[in-house]
T-cell receptor
Framework: QQQVKQSPQSLIVQKGGISIINCAYE??????FPWYQQFPGKGPALLIA?????SEKKEGRFTISFNKSAKQFSLHIMDSQPGDSATYFC?????????????FGTGTKLQVIP | DVKVTQSSRYLVKRTGEKVFLECVQD?????MFWYRQDPGLGLRLIYF???????EKGDIPEGYSVSREKKERFSLILESASTNQTSMYLC??????????FGPGTRLTVL
């Protein structure tokens, strides 16, 4: 079964600190690696995504680091803010027929304390 | 903005009842998905549809069925609800690209 392993399950970070969430995958056919952010009472929403032909992608305070040889990728949140408190899901997807089959990690609940 | 709406935010049903969860998207997306979200298990795909009247099983289809009679609407059906189907149900849609757009979820409790 295709799996995406995510850690840690929960994370507490002080305001201004760096939050790091790690994911690992097994299937080398995956070709798209998105991160979704979910606030309480809301559905997940795409935060940032990367393809395996680049090693890093940065959007504002959010950076994905991608290590193709190790089959690992991580989300870094710089200068973490209380408003970043949410559950974060990594995912890996590949094209299967006419759609993109997505496999999600188990989620990381991030709490940023003032 | 893409909007995916789900018919109920909270639902309480009894064991053995037939349950319908509806999802509507307004962006003419080809693909629609149903997931369930449980603590520590992440999002698990139940069923998806890549066209009207077309459906494919996901990773955990047992105990569920789906219907897609119109492009914008995708229904999840629990033929005979059981307590182990108590969960958060998330609908998503996507065009023929990578990003999935999620609805707010339906928290279903089966007593």
């Amino acid at each position: 079964q295709q799996q995406v392993k995510q850690s840690p399950q929960s994370l507490i970070v002080q305001k201004g600190g760096i939050s790091i969430i790690n994911c690992a995958y097994e299937n080398t056919a995956f070709d798209y690696f998105p991160w979704y952010q979910q606030f309480p009472g809301k559905g997940p929403a795409l935060l940032i995504a990367i393809r395996p032909d680049v090693s890093e992608k940065k959007e504002g305070r959010f950076t994905i680091s991608f290590n193709k040889s190790a089959k690992q990728f991580s989300l870094h949140i710089m200068d973490s803010q209380p408003g970043d408190s949410a559950t974060y899901f990594c995912a890996a997807s590949m094209r299967s027929g006419g759609y993109q089959k997505v496999t999600f990690g188990t989620g990381t609940k991030l709490q940023v304390i003032p | 903005d893409v909007k995916v709406t789900q018919s109920s935010r909270y639902l309480v049903k009894r064991t053995g009842e037939k349950v319908f969860l509806e999802c509507v998207q307004d962006m003419d997306h080809e693909n629609m998905f149903w997931y369930r979200q449980d603590p520590g298990l992440g999002l698990r795909l139940i069923y998806f549809s890549y066209d009207v009247k077309m459906k494919e099983k996901g990773d955990i289809p047992e105990g569920y069925s789906v219907s897609r009679e119109k492009k914008e609407r995708f229904s999840l059906i629990l033929e005979s609800a059981s307590t182990n189907q108590t969960s958060m149900y998330l609908c998503a849609s996507s065009p023929l690209t990578d990003t999935q757009y999620f609805g707010p979820g339906t928290r279903l409790t089966v007593l």
